[in-house]
């Protein structure tokens, strides 16, 4: 007996529970913004750290074309290009079509067109006139920038 009214005794009240409960869920909410805040951090170095990562490699690659002008050596500016047709059509099998005929090539080019043109651009993107009127074919030609890169001349 004298068990079950010490345990009587010592049960919180329905207002200490409340007050439990809202000061657990106050705990809850500050933990949570204490994560987002974490989580808004971890992006910003996450930036920072691809950002620098991207400077460093442009530094490294202007180190080395500034070696090999200075041992005489020929520096090339590639662009690696894709060229496809492209239809504008719902038929599947003219899509498929299109992607599995697209080639792959590399064009060198001069600096000032290498340093201002990106991975992912179009360099030509052309309506095909003559298609449409005559065959009534809907689609155009792309010339799609993939990639870049320089290369120096072997010592």
Avoid at 29 to 39: G, K, S, Y
């Amino acid at each position: 007996m004298i068990l079950v009214a010490a345990l009587a005794a010592c049960k919180p009240t329905p207002a200490e529970e409340r007050q439990d409960l809202a000061a657990l869920a106050q705990q809850k909410a500050a933990l949570e913004a204490d994560v987002r805040q974490l989580q808004e951090q971890s992006a910003r170095v996450d930036a920072i750290r691809n950002d620098t990562q991207r400077d460093l490699d442009a530094l490294r690659q202007d180190q080395a074309v500034l070696a090999a002008e200075k041992a005489g050596r020929g520096v090339h500016y590639i662009l690696h290009c894709s060229i496809r047709q492209i239809h504008y059509s719902l038929s599947i099998k003219k899509q498929l079509s299109d992607m599995v005929n697209e080639e792959n090539f590399d064009m060198p080019t001069d600096k000032v067109t290498y340093e201002h043109t990106q991975p992912g651009a179009d360099l030509f993107d052309s309506f095909r006139t003559g298609s449409a009127i005559f065959k009534g074919s809907l689609g155009s030609w792309r010339i799609k920038v993939e990639s870049k890169r320089i290369e120096t001349d072997p010592t």
